[in-house]
Structure formats: C-alpha cells, structure tokens
C-alpha cells in the first residue's frame, strides 16, 4: 500500500543483495529521501498490463502496491512480502506528503479512509493467497524498524528461499534508518 513502507522493504531487499526493477522516473524527495523503488510499468498494470510484461523480472525485486497484484500476469511465480502498517500512520504520512506537495486528500474522513485501507489491504491479501502463483509473507512495518534483524533475517529467509540463493540479513538490517519512521501511531 502507498506509504506502508514499501520504500523500506526495498531499500532491505537491494541491500540483502537483489537487484530492483526500477526507471528512477520518480525522484528521491523529502518523503522518501533514499527514493522510492518504481517503475512506470508496475504503476501502470491497471490500465495496460502489457507494458509490464516487457520487464525483465525474474529473480530480481519489483515493488507492487497491493491493490495492483491482482493484475499481474499469470504464468511466473511470484514472493511477495507484504509490508503491513498501521492504516492511521498510512493515513498520516499520506496527508504530511499531500500538504507538502501543496494538495488535498479525498472526501472521506480520516475514519473511514483508515477503515477502505485496512479493508484493501485484507482483500488484496486474500487474493493473493487465492493465487496459485503467489507465495506470500506478510512482515510488520513497525517490526522492521524496532527490530529490524529479526525481520530482516525472516524475509531473506522466505525470499532466498524462493529464489534459491542467500540474501545478507545483516545488509538488509543496516538498510534501515529508524530516523525516517517520522509518522508513528
């Protein structure tokens, strides 16, 4: 989900040893200062998927907000960590983004914004284990800040797994800057 920490997660993983499928389109800024890990492609998978199959994915580590793993292709296997934060500090850290960025959220208030994204959140875990092709983890983004090798050496387990090659959990750990978790619940 946008500003779950799917940034983090990245930085861990490239750290770990993974090479990241990304354009650098979108420049690191004041929200994600060691940048934010996209690719046009992966962005655009629900208006037109066929620009993501053009990528080069295998063995290497996309970042896919949640509502869009539905929309990837069926044919390749997929690990899919998913980063699970507190719906409020999504809420929060979306709202700081959007008032530097000089713009307004939606119409819905805070409660019920909070409340559509835990809910997106768990359908697109349930379709994701629906999936034949996804293997998931699901890891808390609070988890890899105050304990970051505890989680750092259970997702380079699950992944490295998957892969069938070893990620550096001691890399993955030191990726994590607990200065950046500025929107705590």
Do not use: N, W, Y
């Given at each position: 989900m946008p500003r779950s920490g799917t940034s983090l997660m990245m930085q861990m993983l490239v750290a770990g040893g993974l090479e990241p499928v990304i354009d650098e389109q979108r420049p690191a800024d004041d929200d994600n200062p060691r940048g934010y890990f996209e690719h046009a492609a992966v962005k655009a998978l629900g208006q037109d998927p066929?620009?993501?199959?053009?990528?080069?994915?295998?063995?290497?580590?996309?970042?896919?907000?949640?509502?869009?793993?539905a929309k990837l292709p069926v044919g390749p296997r997929y690990?899919?960590?998913?980063?699970?934060?507190?719906?409020?500090?999504?809420?929060?850290?979306?709202?700081?983004?959007?008032?530097?960025?000089?713009?307004?959220?939606?119409?819905l208030s805070p409660e019920k914004?909070?409340?559509?994204?835990?809910?997106?959140?768990?359908?697109?875990?349930a379709g994701a284990e629906a999936r034949g092709?996804?293997?998931?983890?699901?890891?808390?983004?609070?988890?890899?800040?105050?304990?970051?090798?505890e989680h750092a050496a259970e997702v380079a387990g699950f992944v490295g797994a998957f892969l069938g090659r070893d990620l550096s959990p001691t890399a993955m750990a030191s990726a994590v800057d607990p200065s950046l978790y500025r929107n705590r619940g």
């Open positions: 066929s620009r993501f199959a053009g990528l080069a994915i295998d063995g290497r580590v996309v970042k896919v907000v949640s509502p869009l793993l690990a899919v960590v998913f980063v699970e934060r507190d719906p409020a500090e999504m809420l929060a850290s979306q709202q700081k983004m959007l008032a530097r960025l000089g713009r307004t959220g939606g119409a914004m909070t409340a559509a994204l835990g809910a997106q959140h768990a359908k697109a875990v092709d996804m293997q998931a983890i699901r890891v808390a983004h609070r988890g890899c800040i105050d304990a970051s090798a």
